[in-house]
């Protein structure tokens, strides 16, 4: 029952996202249209006008663009300084949960993730541009980058550490045993496992590390919400470039869910067999 379910819950899902292309698809003809079709209705006239001015005008999509494409750029990059700044912190926290004498590091990583999930990433983001590289000459989506790969990596730090910590004690102790090192049965038998179990958690936290980077333009870079607002500063008309940059932040995260449902199941079925 449970795989029909989902695979009718998958269908409905498909059906209602291409019921809503085809609407919205009429819609765009009815607006691009609207002479030809003999249309002579105010409010579409409206939307044409307001339409061209936003983004046809001065080709001011290609403010979109570009700033969809930084937005593209910043996101993996911080999101794979994260993943390393996590794994480290999470390995560290859980030696010294072990009973490892790690002392400065231990301490070190209690104080980087009580500071940095203790204060607001747009707050991290304006000390790391104006205080840490003030005195140099430094790219602002470098600046993005490092700020947000420090802020994300608090986080991951704290899943992979409960993913480690949800591996049974018994496979460690069974590594042992077999003559493995720690680090090659952490490496080889316990992290593959771990993040077997935080694949969705991390596609969360990248789907978040997305959003959070919408406040970049604090320090100048025309990221995709930037675009938006800079159109808006232009046209006066907020409603149409906002809610453009609201449709193509919903249209990434929802390919980053499908992707992780696809990941899901992919590794329920290997569990399976």
Not at 85 to 90: Q, R, S, T, W
Not at 132 to 142: D, K
Not at 168 to 194: C, F, H, N, V, W
Not at 223 to 235: M, N, P, V
Request: aromatic share 10%.
């Amino acid at each position: 029952m449970k795989p029909a379910f989902r695979d009718n819950k998958r269908q409905v899902t498909v059906a209602m996202s291409v019921m809503a292309a085809v609407l919205f698809a009429a819609f765009v003809c009815l607006v691009v249209f609207q002479d030809q079709l003999g249309l002579q209705l105010d409010w579409l006239t409206r939307i044409r006008t307001n339409f061209y001015n936003n983004f046809i005008k001065e080709d001011r999509w290609r403010w979109l663009m570009g700033g969809l494409g930084r937005t593209l750029l910043i996101t993996p990059l911080a999101a794979l300084l994260g993943v390393v700044i996590g794994l480290f912190l999470a390995i560290v926290k859980v030696l010294d949960n072990s009973g490892k004498r790690l002392f400065f590091l231990a301490r070190f990583a209690d104080i980087y993730l009580t500071v940095i999930r203790g204060t607001p990433v747009v707050v991290q983001l304006l000390i790391m541009y104006f205080v840490v590289f003030i005195s140099f000459s430094i790219n602002q989506i470098f600046v993005a980058v490092i700020a947000f790969g420090i802020n994300s990596g608090a986080y991951v730090a704290e899943i992979i550490r409960s993913g480690i910590m949800s591996v049974d004690r018994g496979q460690m102790e069974a590594g042992r045993t077999l003559g493995l090192t720690y680090g090659t049965t952490m490496r080889k038998i316990i992290l593959p496992q771990a993040i077997k179990n935080i694949l969705p958690t991390l596609f969360n936290e990248l789907i978040t590390l997305l959003k959070e980077t919408a406040v970049v333009g604090y320090i100048g870079v025309a990221d995709l919400t930037r675009a938006g607002d800079l159109i808006r500063s232009r046209t006066y008309d907020a409603f149409m470039p906002l809610l453009v940059v609201a449709a193509i932040y919903l249209v990434i995260v929802m390919g980053l869910t499908r992707v992780m449902a696809w990941l899901e199941r992919r590794l329920r079925r290997s569990d399976n067999r």
